[in-house]
C-alpha cells in the first residue's frame, strides 16, 4: 500500500466520522487552586462542531485520490 492511497483511506473515514458524529467535546482544565489540604480545580468541556461541507470535502478528496492513484498505475 503507497502513501497516497493510506492517504485517501484516511480522509474518507476522517469524512464520515465527521458526518456521523458532528464534532468532538474535550474537557479542558482551566483553574487550578490549593489551600492547605483543599485542593480546587475547574473543568470545562469544550465543543469542536465539525461543518458538514467539510466532511463531504473530506470523502470526495480521497475518492478522488484514490481514482488518480489507480489510473496512474
Not at 463531504?56 to 489510473?71: K, P
Amino acid at each position: 500500500m503507497n502513501g497516497s492511497r493510506l492517504v485517501a483511506i484516511v480522509l474518507i473515514a476522517a469524512g464520515v466520522l465527521a458526518l456521523a458524529y458532528g464534532g468532538f467535546t474535550y474537557t479542558k482544565k482551566t483553574h487550578e487552586a490549593q489551600i492547605g489540604t483543599l485542593e480546587l480545580s475547574v473543568q470545562e468541556k469544550e465543543t469542536v462542531d465539525i461543518p458538514m461541507w467539510a466532511g463531504v470535502a473530506a470523502i470526495v478528496g480521497g475518492a478522488a485520490l484514490l481514482l488518480l492513484g489507480a489510473r496512474k498505475s
